[in-house]
Nanobody, 120 residues
Framework: QVQLVESGGGLVQAGGSLRLSCVASGDIFLIYVMGWYRQAPGKPRELVASLSSGRYTNYADSVKGRFTISRDDAKRTAYLQMDNLKPEDTAVYYC??????????????WGQGTQVTVSS
C-alpha cells in the first residue's frame, strides 16, 4: 500500500504565500511522478502542477509564475510553493503520486486533501 499525507493548507490573504507538503509512505520502490491537483466548489478537479523523477514539470496556465513544485526523493516528499495567491486559488488541494512498489507494480495514490482559502 501507498499512503499520501498533505499538510500546509490554511487561510491567507490575497498576495500571500503558502507551502504545501505531501509525504509518501508505504512499499515504494520508485516514485515516478508526484503532483498536485485542486478542486474548487462546483468545479472539476484540475491538475495544478506535477514533477517527474526526471525533473520534468507541468503547470496549469493559471498558476505559472506563481506556483513552484519540487520534490525531495530522500524524504519521499513533494512540495508546492504558492506565491501571490489569488481568491480563485481557493480549493481543496490533493496530492497524487505514481509509484512502482517494491513488488514492481505500478500504483497511483491520492491524499485526502488540504484546504487552501484565499481571502480578498
Amino acid at each position: 500500500q501507498v499512503q499520501l499525507v498533505e499538510s500546509g493548507g490554511g487561510l491567507v490573504q490575497a498576495g500571500g504565500s503558502l507551502r504545501l507538503s505531501c509525504v509518501a509512505s508505504g512499499d515504494i520502490f520508485l516514485i515516478y511522478v508526484m503532483g498536485w491537483y485542486r478542486q474548487a466548489p462546483g468545479k472539476p478537479r484540475e491538475l495544478v502542477a506535477s514533477l517527474s523523477s526526471g525533473r520534468y514539470t507541468n503547470y496549469a496556465d493559471s498558476v505559472k509564475g506563481r506556483f513552484t513544485i519540487s520534490r525531495d526523493d530522500a524524504k519521499r516528499t513533494a512540495y508546492l510553493q504558492m506565491d501571490n495567491l489569488k481568491p480563485e486559488d481557493t480549493a481543496v488541494y490533493y496530492c497524487n503520486a505514481q509509484v512502482t512498489t517494491t513488488q514492481k507494480r505500478a500504483i497511483g495514490s491520492w491524499g485526502q486533501g488540504t484546504q487552501v482559502t484565499v481571502s480578498s
